[in-house]
């Protein structure tokens, strides 16, 4: 076709509304010859000179009117051309006034709710998510507008920290205050009220020193992040276990976290379930792993709606601001907290491949170190608590940073920097929906790991305890006179120093040095799953002396055994607490070793 005929089509699809999605005309891709249906379709000249768009090969003159519009179709042709046109030129006002609307309607709500119910635990809730979300607000808005400046800021605060005042005089005068006030804060706070307490703080000294020495390059370390990075771990421990407010808030986040994941057993029942509960027979696999699904789902809509970009930016401007880490790492250190191991990078994956070894040594220190939010939900169900788990996964954030820089310390210049970072990469979905469905299908692949693994490593260590087992017999190691030779009997007397310098009371060092060994050499999840027995077992000897006052506990070696009821506790169970005020440092000495096993 010449250039003429191009143009006139051109012209008469301008004419007739291109833009309208009613328009209906072939397209300029309908230009070329092709077969359809048997018909050729193609493009001719008529008589009068005018251009003739699809009309099949066999059609005849007559059938020309019917491709005609009339004065009412043309009419109403016209009308959705006009309103398209206008709601394209206005869509974002249009938006805002539908968003200023519901926002007058919630606040009447929530002002209503607040008057009418305020000593209501629901009406509590309704502020702290009001709250939460008006915090989320402020923050993308504060980013839009100043998000240039902040970074920026960020960035003189760093180049402030090489300068020769702060190295040769400022830092040292800080390091003295910082060490005076921790050592004094120890005599007073800690050693005076649980002198066990120096058992953890020997501990982390202990690993502090052995990083050091195994470190790629102990020449080059930077001992700011290392130093701010122990440091705001402790922050948020005497936070959340010496301030009433902020256990008690924590506590709180892990009854609405535990509460929320329930709301799986609807989705569950209706597949798994007849009415009478019978997926609840196979717990693990048609109650614990769902919750992954959901939990998926929802993050995926969260991510969607820009909220967990909001709070990672946040988080990760805070971890950079003190710990002068780039801010690649940073930000990923901070997704770390909310997402998966898997997800988090995606957050930087546009400079992954300009990022320093020492940045991508981060990157994984971090996702060994936190727990992903799906996982997160699986521990929670095997009885360990939320509020525990929640505030470990927090305060894991800036000490794998720390680890991390003290084990592979920087020797290159990064080539990141902060205003690289400010607008998180979004998804593709078009819509919630979509956003929805595909955190569910996502969690599939999780899901297909978690349990191929779960057969594998606890087939692995079943044949492996059988076959020391069987060489234990051939030396006469046999119940009841002598435990068996097993996997984790090992682990229990190999890692027993390190439970012990934990802060582990002395007949738990054993239980907890066999968690450590199962965790490193097998895998977490069967790790987190002996650690449910011991949770277990101690419900059960607290329910029955409920009920039995007389019940009495026979220790043996390894299982305990209560005989009035004829039950055998495995491995008994630990009297480990994390009761607010209890053992400070030993819960930071805890999230240390979790960055330090996976190292290992």
Not at 27 to 45: A, C, Q, R
Not at 112 to 122: I, K, P, Q
Not at 316 to 339: D, V, W, Y
Not at 470 to 498: M, N, Q, V
Request: with cysteine; proline share 3%.
């Amino acid at each position: 076709m010449s250039t003429v005929e191009l143009k006139k089509v051109k012209l008469i699809e301008e004419k007739e509304g291109k833009y309208n999605p009613a328009f209906i005309a072939g397209s300029t891709d309908e230009l070329n010859p092709k077969h359809t249906n048997g018909v050729n379709s193609s493009v001719t000249n008529s008589k009068d000179g005018t251009i003739e768009e699809g009309r099949p090969g066999n059609q005849t003159d007559d059938d020309e009117d019917e491709r005609k519009l009339g004065r009412y179709e043309q009419w109403v042709l016209n009308t959705q051309n006009y309103v398209y046109t206008g709601y394209e030129n206005s869509s974002t006002g249009v938006w805002r006034g539908i968003g200023l609307v519901f926002l007058a309607l919630y606040l009447g709500a929530f002002i209503w709710s607040m008057v009418y119910s305020f000593d209501d635990e629901g009406a509590h809730r309704l502020l702290g998510m009001t709250v939460f979300i008006a915090f989320c607000v402020a923050v993308h808005f504060l980013f839009d507008f100043y998000g240039d400046n902040i970074w920026h800021s960020l960035s003189k605060v760093n180049d402030f920290f090489e300068t020769r005042l702060w190295k040769n005089v400022l830092k040292w005068i800080f390091y003295g205050i910082f060490i005076a006030a921790l050592v004094l804060y120890v005599i007073i706070d800690v050693a005076l009220k649980d002198p066990n307490n120096l058992v953890s703080i020997t501990g982390i000294v202990f690993q502090i020193l052995l990083l050091y020495i195994t470190s790629y390059n102990p020449a080059r370390v930077r001992w700011r992040p290392v130093i701010w990075g122990l440091l705001l771990q402790l922050i948020f421990a005497l936070i959340i276990l010496r301030t009433k407010v902020g256990f008690d808030v924590f506590d709180w986040i892990g009854d609405r976290v535990t509460e929320f994941l329930e709301h799986t057993d609807a989705g569950s029942q209706f597949i798994f379930s007849s009415g009478n509960n019978e997926y609840l027979q196979h717990i693990f696999a048609f109650k614990v792993l769902p919750i992954i699904v959901f939990f998926s789902t929802v993050t995926s809509i969260l991510y969607y709606l820009g909220v967990l970009q909001v709070v990672i930016k946040g988080v990760a401007a805070i971890m950079q601001f003190f710990m002068g880490t780039t801010a690649a790492e940073s930000l990923n250190a901070a997704g770390n907290i909310f997402i998966g191991q898997t997800e988090a990078p995606l957050l930087i994956r546009p400079f992954i491949s300009e990022m320093t070894n020492s940045e991508l040594h981060a990157v994984m220190t971090g996702g060994f170190a936190t727990i992903a939010g799906s996982v997160l939900a699986i521990y929670i169900n095997f009885g360990v608590p939320a509020n525990h788990l929640i505030s470990a996964s927090v305060m894991s954030a800036p000490a794998a940073l720390a680890i991390s820089k003290l084990f592979y310390p920087e020797t290159q210049k990064s080539k990141t920097t902060s205003e690289d970072i400010k607008n998180l990469e979004k998804t593709n979905d078009v819509n919630i929906i979509q956003a929805a469905s595909r955190g569910a299908s996502e969690s599939i692949s999780l899901i297909a790991n978690i349990v191929v693994n779960l057969i594998a490593f606890l087939a692995l260590l079943h044949f492996f305890d059988a076959t020391l087992t069987w060489f234990g017999h051939r030396a006469g190691l046999r119940k009841p006179d002598y435990p068996e030779l097993t996997f984790e009997l090992i682990c229990s007397y190999l890692f027993w120093p390190l439970a012990l310098l934990m802060g582990a009371t002395w007949y738990d060092c054993r239980n907890v040095g066999r968690l450590i060994g199962v965790k490193t050499f097998l895998n977490e999840f069967v790790a987190y799953a002996k650690l449910s027995e011991l949770i277990k077992n101690r419900e059960y000897y607290e329910n029955a002396t409920k009920f039995f006052p007389n019940v009495t506990l026979v220790k043996g070696f390894d299982d305990w055994v209560v005989p009035q009821l004829n039950k055998t506790l495995t491995f008994g169970f630990m009297d480990i607490s994390f009761r607010r005020g209890q053992r400070l440092f030993r819960p930071m000495l805890c999230v240390v070793l979790q960055i330090l096993v996976p190292l290992a």
